[in-house]
């Protein structure tokens, strides 16, 4: 009798069990959505478009002018969901940063040179004044499935997925005379690619309540680079809109990314978390953006983005 008893309890615990573990199943959360804001900085954006010569005596000094960037704002979101074998997950991302900076406007009475841009001519034209200003967008697109280890405090994912990116530049010129002519000069790159991304995200408790994360990415996109060059003449000395020699190129992409933040959850009930976090995020292209130098017209230049981010989310 005693044994008979024994199992029934035993049974009965059994089935308490299951019934709590199916229902942490169901209450744990599997939907994530988070909004970024991003500080960065862009490196190696900077384009020179004029130089000024200063003549001192028999001696002469160039300074180039180059439109500088620095640090601006903007956003993210990703988004995911984790399957209910609680190992593997889907996610997509989409990062934006849309940037303008000026520089000038500069004065030097006959001794503004431009630079060689799409037609030599222009080295040879020399203004007294110029100013430029310099736009660009970057816009990535990804979408990965993670597979989550666990061991001990330790979660590591591994990523795979797909990354499509658009770099586009533009950077607008004007020089001018005191008698009014001016000439306008516009070059303009339009970088797409799309490419398959690995990559691995480490979470590792801290301390009470705060986690690190930790996040590296690499891949290697294939698409193409357009230039464009035009002008809008009324200086006299004669140049037609001109399109650059490296128009609608082929291209290879090596990037990686790299993010490292701190994370602090807040649970609002059973099933849902208010989740904060913030750290640094950047982001770098190979040959994948066009700018100008005092040598030539259009050049190939890495391209990275830079700074700290920090982000609000809810998963449910």
Not at 33 to 38: E, K, N
Request: proline share 3%; glycine share 6%.
């Amino acid at each position: 009798m005693r044994l008979i008893n024994l199992l029934i309890v035993m049974l009965f615990c059994l089935n308490a069990a299951r019934a709590d573990g199916i229902e942490g199943i169901q209450s744990k959360q599997r939907f994530s959505f988070d909004v970024s804001w991003l500080y960065w900085r862009p490196s190696g954006a900077t384009s020179d478009y004029a130089s000024i010569t200063a003549l001192q005596g028999t001696h002469a000094s160039v300074t180039p002018l180059s439109v500088q960037s620095d640090y601006s704002s903007g956003f993210s979101i990703d988004t995911s969901y984790l399957f209910t074998n609680d190992t593997n997950d889907i996610a997509f991302s989409y990062v934006n940063f849309n940037q303008n900076y000026t520089d000038g406007p500069h004065h030097a009475v006959g001794r503004i040179t431009t630079v060689e841009v799409a037609q030599p001519i222009l080295k040879a034209n020399i203004y007294d004044q110029t100013h430029a200003t310099l736009n660009y967008n970057y816009d990535a697109y990804e979408l990965n499935t993670g597979y989550l280890i666990q061991w001990q405090q330790l979660s590591l994912k591994l990523l795979a997925g797909l990354r499509y990116a658009e770099l586009a530049s533009e950077i607008k010129s004007f020089y001018g005379m005191n008698n009014g002519t001016s000439l306008t000069h516009l070059i303009e790159s339009d970088t797409k690619a799309l490419g398959p991304t690995i990559g691995i995200k480490v979470t590792y408790p801290l301390f009470k309540d705060i986690k690190l994360n930790a996040m590296g990415e690499t891949g290697l996109l294939v698409g193409t680079t357009d230039v464009q060059a035009s002008a809008i003449n009324t200086s006299g000395f004669p140049f037609l809109t001109a399109v650059d020699g490296t128009n609608n190129r082929h291209t290879t992409i090596p990037f990686y990314d790299i993010k490292f933040a701190l994370e602090k959850a807040f649970t609002m009930n059973r099933d849902k978390q208010f989740v904060l976090r913030a750290g640094f995020f950047g982001t770098y292209y190979e040959n994948a953006y066009i700018r100008r130098d005092l040598t030539s017209s259009a050049q190939e230049k890495s391209i990275s983005f830079y700074g700290p981010f920090a982000s609000i989310g809810l998963t449910v």
